[in-house]
């Protein structure tokens, strides 16, 4: 089945250790997407990729840096993890062009526990 | 400017009976409208979407809503709620067009009481 893949699903790292959140995806969709999610929140955008382009939220800290290598995979990279970065990440897709693009896929997440 | 409002926090109904959930939204562009379900700690599964066709869309597991423009509004329907329904619900909303705005709604958390 198509799918979105995030691993792992459970992340534990240290104050100040660098850390890397995995997405894959088999939709072969065009558009990926970054989300931090805090405990009883609404997800919130960091970034996301339209293709190869790259487009950072407005409010997203610098400690956040994303990958996307090729289509199907993207990453999350935390420099500097800290205390309040812990939170569920989510990965979704997007078809993005042509008919229901927008429709985001999301996947299972990872919880990260900062120490 | 682009937002959604999430009139309740919390909804609890009683197992068979309607669920009803709010949302309002305000859009410069044409929106898109979704509406996604989150079990505790999973991801977002897709419910139903407005797409600009018809208004009245039917999703998974009975679940059904109306895009009124008039009221800017998209609330979603039950006939008759679920113990495995209980779950935290967020509505939507994708600006169309080259850059697509995302806009989640704060969330509606549904209890299912016995």
């Known amino acids: 089945d198509a799918m979105v893949i995030q691993n792992p699903r459970y992340q534990v790292t240290q104050f100040g250790k660098p850390v890397t959140l995995s997405c894959s995806q088999t939709l072969n969709h065009n558009v990926m997407y970054w989300y931090q999610q805090k405990s009883s929140q609404a997800p919130k955008l960091l970034f996301h990729?339209?293709?190869?382009?790259?487009?950072n939220e407005a409010d997203t800290p610098d400690n956040f840096q994303s990958r996307r290598p090729n289509t199907s995979f993207c990453f999350l990279d935390i420099r500097s993890p800290g205390l309040g970065d812990a939170a569920m990440y989510l990965c979704a897709t997007s078809r993005g062009r042509g008919d229901l693009s927008n429709e985001q896929f999301f996947g299972p997440g990872t919880r990260l526990t900062v120490l | 400017a682009q937002s959604v409002t999430q009139l309740d926090s919390h909804v609890s109904v009683s197992e068979g009976t309607p669920v009803l959930l709010r949302c309002n939204y305000s859009?410069?562009?044409?929106?898109?409208l979704f509406w996604y379900v989150q079990h505790p700690n999973k991801g977002l599964q897709l419910l139903l979407k407005y797409t600009s066709a018809a208004t009245l869309v039917k999703g998974i597991n009975g679940f059904e809503a109306e895009f009124k423009k008039s009221e800017t509004s998209f609330h979603l329907t039950k006939p008759s709620a679920h113990m495995s329904d209980a779950a935290e619900y967020f509505c939507v909303v994708i600006s169309s067009g080259g850059y697509q705005k995302v806009t989640f709604g704060t969330g509606t958390k549904l209890q299912v009481i016995p």
């Open positions: 990729y339209y293709d190869k382009d790259f487009n």
């Open positions: 859009s410069s562009y044409s929106p898109s």
